[in-house]
């Protein structure tokens, strides 16, 4: 019967030019993800390049002068892209996965990022996340649609009922044959992004395929349902196309709007104006009263006195330091605004499987918005030791020949490896075994 059913399923031209369609756009889709690794492995080339040229150019024009040289040397620090960042580049196309940092007040720099042409962001990226999340339902669709009503409809199913011993067992085996094309165009496409991509064979990248399995699943299974209703294809197709319609585009956007309205974020405005304001008003704030918070802050150089004449390196780094602390209460703020942005949708997208698929993908491939968050927290902490080594040196008016330049490599943020990325699966195995269940009750009435 298989062998029929497969050979019946086959015949559609419609149905071989679906496959060629969808296997074409997730090779296509696995080789932007390729570009987009080689354009960052290329740009942390050239930036530990850069950084050798950039010190020893500095050095040599100030090397007498260690707070002048300090005011224009930048250190960086780097979010090295995952592999399985190719599969699912997520946010880190607009931010920075490299930071070039100054010992200077750190809130006018951590957000800087390249400018990207606006049509592009607009676009988006056509990763292979894209092909399964959106992608995939639609090809799920389009052969399941008419499963049962194409028979129906030609008048073969009275006869098929007639000679089969369970028309319940017909249909399934209807819908194994489909679905296993469905399944083997998918692990294609994710062995093929795993030798294109060089994706290590570990448990992210198995945890990633059970994902895109379990999300197939309950695209079939959602089909499945709705054929129990044995309606006409016509219904069929209208509301399995509402239905992706309403999971794919408008739930994803009403949430984004809802969160935003609820998480307003202006102090990414206001933290920017009160670090500038800050710092630009120390210049004619009393020196003293400078010293005296820099101090409170960095008790540690209290030694270095109350220095009220004329500019000195000491006082300049002090107004720098005050532009961070006086602007610190609004960066706090805007941090905990995103970060309950981010809370939030994850909840909600515990109940809408795409949402909960792409963040799941984002999570494993390191492309998400709490891995950016957690490079701003790090980045800060590589600032503050930065200036906890240099500071010493410009106040006791060292030189360039008093620092091992060499020491001064890229750094790479440290990821967390996590060991529980398994558990990502248990949401996606709750729908799809739900749908399952409920399908096969009210196939049984067929």
Sequence with gaps: MFSLLMTQFLRSR???????????????????????????????DEITAYQENHIQKNVDFHGNDLGLLLYYLKFTFINKPSTLAGLSIGQSDVNPTVQLTKILNLEGQK???????????????????????????????SILYNLLSEETESGTWRLVAVQ???????????????????????????????????????MNFMVVTGLSILYLTFWIMLCFFLIGFKKSSGFNILVLLSVWLVLIILLPATINNYIAYKYP????????IKQ?????????????????????????????????????????????????????????????????????????AQFIPNM???????????????????????????????????????????????VNWSHFKPEYFEHKSSMD???LLTPLLIFAASVFLISIVKARNI
């Design 111 to 141: 957000y800087d990022t390249d400018l990207i042409n606006p049509v592009n962001l607009q676009s988006g990226n056509l990763d292979l996340g894209f092909v399964i999340i959106y992608l995939f339902p639609l090809l799920t669709i």
């Design 356 to 402: 909960y698929t792409q963040i799941a993908f984002n999570k494993i491939a390191r492309t998400g918005l709490i891995n950016h968050m957690d490079f701003m927290d790090e980045t800060t902490n590589f600032h503050e030791r930065l200036r906890l080594y240099f500071y010493p040196k410009i106040f006791d008016g060292k030189t360039a020949d008093d």
């Design 14 to 44: 419609t149905v071989i030019l679906s496959f060629i369609l969808i296997i074409t756009l997730g090779v296509v889709s696995i080789f932007i993800g390729k570009q987009f690794l080689s354009r960052q492995e290329k740009a942390i």
């Design 276 to 348: 500038r304001d800050s710092y630009h008003t120390k210049w004619d704030a009393d020196k003293i009263e400078t010293l005296k918070s820099f101090y409170d802050h960095y008790p540690q150089f209290e030694s270095y006195g109350y220095p009220n004449e004329g500019f000195t390196w000491l006082w300049y780094y002090a107004m720098q330091q005050m532009g961070d602390d006086d602007a610190r209460e609004e960066s706090q703020q805007f941090r905990n605004k995103i970060m309950q942005r981010e809370i939030m949708s994850r909840k909600i």
């Design 421 to 423: 990325n398994y558990k």
């Design 164 to 202: 089969t011993e369970s028309r319940l067992k017909f249909l399934l085996g209807k819908l194994s044959v489909r679905a296993g094309f469905l399944y083997a165009a998918l692990i294609l496409l994710l062995l093929l992004a795993k030798v294109i991509l060089k994706i290590p064979f570990g």
């Design 265 to 272: 974020v202006p102090e990414a405005l206001s933290t920017m």
